[in-house]
Structure formats: C-alpha cells, structure tokens
C-alpha cells in the first residue's frame, strides 16, 4: 500500500478537522493499523469515549478513516501537528526514547499483556518519566509475546535451522538476536509484512503473536509455530500526544484525559491481544498450522544471546542517564506481581 508524504497528510488533516465551529475541542487521534483492525475500530474508539466522558464533552476525538502517517513517522506527525495524537512502536523511536523499550526485552515477556502494560508504566513514572521530550505521553501498553513461525515444511527448532533461514523480523530486539544468531534478516513495520511473506521473500517470520498472524493474513503463508517456554519477546507502544496541543487544554480538561489514559488506557487496549490470541489459535489450528515445543538447547542458546542483548541494553540507558539495571529488574518484578495477582 502507497505511504502518504507528510505534507500531503498534513492537508488532509487540515481537511478532515473542518468541521463548524462549536465550543469543544476536537483532537484528531490517528491509528495507523489497517482500517478494519480492532485498535482502529474498537480500542481507540473505547478512549475517545471515555476523554468525551470525562472532560464533559469539552474534548471529542476525530479518528481519521486511513492513517495520516507511515508507521515509522508517527512521532513526527504529532510533532509537526499533523495528528493530535498517535500510537509509536518503540522499535523505531529508541534513538529518541531508550527506556520504555525494557518492555522489549528478550525472554521477560508473560501472556499477561495488561500487567506487563501497567509495570511498563509504573517503570515509566519512576525511571524515564523525562526522556519524552517535544511530545506528550498519554500511555504505554504492551501486547502478548511473539512467536516463531515457518513458511516451509519444516519448522524452526534449532540454531541450524534458524542460521539456514531468511526471516523476517521487527526492528530492535527480534532483528538483533536474528543476526547474532546469524540468519539472514528482513526488517521492517508490522503493517508491511504481508507483503514480504506472500512473495516468498522469506521464509520464515520472528515478532509477531498468532493473533497478527490472523489479523496480517499470513495464514496461507505458515506452517508452524515454534512456542517457547519464555516470551522471546514482546512489543511496546507509546501513546503520543501533540505538546503544543496538550498546553492549549485546560488544567481540567488535561486532568480528565490523565484520569483515562495512563496504565488505565494500556490495560485496556492491551487486554484485546489475550483474547485475540485465543480465538487466533483456534482458526490456525484449523487451517494445519502446527505447534512445535521449542527444543530447550534451542531455546537456551537464544536465552544466552538475549543476556547479551539485555546487558547491552542497560549499558545504554545508563549512557542516557537512566538507572538501567535497576529499571529493569524492577520493571520484571512488576509484571511478576501483576501476574499473580490476576492469575
């Protein structure tokens, strides 16, 4: 699918925020996940109800038919005033933000996507509440963790098998332990992976859960999933809003935003992966998509290659003035204490 330019979205968000006067705020909220996905229809839609709740109506959220912005740019389509507010995988803001990528981390993902959301903002408020710098942070949140999947007969299970592989992965942590590992890596945006796996431009995919595997239609493109005992990994997503937006609310209208945003928002929209998942397995296992155990030598090489990449990852955040090991370590026992309280 064609990319708008920013300039071009830009007049079409001048165009679509015409509306007659009247003396509510409107905020243009864009989502860049295809049109028909549950964050764009359902999730997002949920929030704009709860701001136009809680601020009495004083705010209303537009929500654009088609994203305004690439995934890579929604950071800046917020900053440039494109959008009011947008979601930002973190993957591709780490040179602007380091720490809400703890969340990313290999093998410290659970299937409790609300906890891990709620501990990924507590981290937030007590590591790197700073670090958001030109933009407004309304919400972290983080979905259940991703699988590996094969498109060939034969499923990946062990460091041969993977080495022997052309895979595609997320930016960040499943494209570095993929080339630490040393397979050949495509990386880029979830929204554009259809694309690389129906051509056969790899055969073989790394970071996404069964529930994207469905909602992306790879379906007909895999044979197996490959499940670890420990989330290989997870992704994390910013909730971004427009700093110059954010100052022209009242104090009032900016309390009642909080109030529904925050670990509020990232419990709620991350909640929709558990059950998606769920339903996903069920349409996978139908269409002859198997699921492999992960041999533990396999697993254990990729843990260790993952220890590598955490201890790399909390040398940075302390050269960028965070706490690293103990954002960390206290982020893992957060979503640890979440679990058990839900489980």
């Not at 554009?192 to 796996?197: A, F, P, R, T």
């Not at 206290?330 to 204490?337: D, P, T």
Request: with cysteine.
């Amino acid at each position: 699918m064609r990319q708008l330019t920013l300039v071009t979205a830009a007049a079409m968000a001048l165009a679509y925020a015409a509306t007659p006067a009247h003396a509510a705020t409107t905020l243009i909220s864009n989502c860049f996940w295809p049109p028909q996905h549950a964050v764009c229809t359902k999730l997002l839609p949920t929030w704009a109800k709860w701001v136009e709740q809680a601020t009495h109506g004083d705010v209303k959220i537009s929500i654009p038919p088609k994203s305004l912005a690439p995934p890579p740019q929604q950071w800046d389509s917020v900053a440039k005033g494109i959008a009011d507010t947008a979601f930002q995988f973190n993957g591709f803001i780490a040179n602007r933000v380091w720490g809400p990528t703890v969340a990313m981390q290999p093998f410290i993902a659970t299937h409790d996507s609300p906890a891990m959301s709620q501990a990924l903002w507590e981290t937030y408020e007590k590591y790197f509440a700073k670090e958001y710098k030109g933009v407004h942070l309304l919400s972290l949140w983080v979905i259940t963790p991703a699988e590996l999947w094969s498109q060939t007969d034969k499923p990946v299970n062990s460091m041969e098998d993977l080495k022997s592989r052309k895979i595609w992965a997320l930016p960040g942590t499943n494209a570095n332990i993929m080339k630490a590992v040393g397979a050949g890596v495509v990386s880029g945006p979830a929204v554009q992976m259809n694309e690389i796996i129906s051509r056969g431009v790899v055969d073989a995919y790394v970071g996404v859960s069964p529930a994207s595997v469905r909602d992306f239609r790879l379906i007909p493109y895999t044979k197996s999933m490959t499940q670890f005992h420990r989330g290989i990994y997870s992704t994390s997503f910013s909730f971004l809003m427009s700093q110059k937006k954010w100052d022209s609310l009242s104090k009032k209208d900016q309390d009642a935003i909080t109030s529904v945003s925050g670990a509020k928002f990232g419990r709620m929209i991350s909640a929709y992966w558990i059950e998606a998942d769920k339903e996903a397995a069920v349409e996978l296992k139908k269409a002859g998509i198997k699921t492999v155990e992960a041999d533990p030598q396999f697993e254990a090489a990729l843990v260790k290659i993952g220890d590598n990449l955490t201890k790399k990852w909390i040398e940075t955040a302390n050269k960028r003035g965070i706490d690293g090991q103990a954002a960390y370590d206290f982020y893992v026992k957060r979503v640890q204490e979440l679990s058990q309280k839900t489980n």
